[in-house]
């Protein structure tokens, strides 16, 4: 057995079948429900029981990472749309119209993962219009955080389905 061989073993390009893929994609929903825009899950929890300097530190940094992505969006906005479009269209269109099981398994990923980033910015505009209480912004990041998690299970169901089929099909057929 040669390097070559030993290294496409390693990393191979047949997703579905990947024990790393499986791996990433839990890591990927892990990260995501855990951190609410930019904010982890411990801290708001630790915020809502002990109150004082957890939930005055719970405000700042939901201050800023709510004002660090309202200004992305206000200065580059468009042009994030229109390069986050062609991508995930580019990625679509090799990997269902052409068939690149790779490039499938990066869409099954990075699309509700774009959703997610919607539901952020939707969440970082609340925000911004209501006043900074902890009740408000806790509520609003937990609810936010649920969203995320029924995208997440939505969107590891429908992989797995879309796995399984390549895998059934590609044992079938080939």
């Known amino acids: 057995m040669?390097?070559?061989t030993s290294i496409f073993e390693l990393i191979?390009?047949?997703?579905?079948?990947n024990l790393w893929?499986?791996?990433?994609?839990?890591?990927?929903?892990?990260?995501?429900?855990?951190?609410?825009?930019?904010?982890?899950?411990?801290m708001i929890q630790r915020a809502?029981?002990?109150?004082?300097?957890?939930?005055?530190?719970?405000l700042d940094i939901v201050r800023i990472h709510v004002n660090r992505v309202l200004y992305i969006i206000e200065v580059?906005?468009?042009?994030?749309?229109?390069?986050v479009c062609f991508l995930l269209s580019m990625l679509a269109m090799l990997g269902f119209y052409y068939s690149i099981e790779f490039a499938q398994a990066v869409f099954l990923m990075a699309f509700p993962m774009s959703l997610v980033a919607l539901l952020n910015?939707?969440?970082a505009r609340?925000?911004?219009?209501?006043?900074?209480?902890?009740?408000i912004v806790a509520k609003l990041?937990?609810?936010?955080?649920?969203?995320v998690q029924l995208i997440g299970i939505v969107s590891i169901f429908v992989t797995s389905l879309w796995g399984m089929y390549q895998n059934l099909s590609i044992g079938v057929l080939g």
């Open 21 to 42: 893929f499986w791996i990433a994609v839990a890591v990927l929903w892990s990260s995501a429900s855990h951190w609410v825009l930019g904010v982890p899950y411990d």
């Open 76 to 83: 580059s906005g468009v042009w994030l749309l229109a390069i």
């Open 121 to 123: 910015l939707s969440f």
């Open 2 to 4: 040669d390097w070559y």
């Open 126 to 135: 609340r925000i911004r219009r209501q006043e900074p209480k902890l009740e």
């Open 141 to 147: 990041l937990l609810r936010c955080r649920l969203y």
């Open 48 to 58: 809502r029981r002990v109150g004082g300097q957890a939930e005055a530190d719970l």
């Open 12 to 17: 191979d390009l047949r997703s579905f079948s």
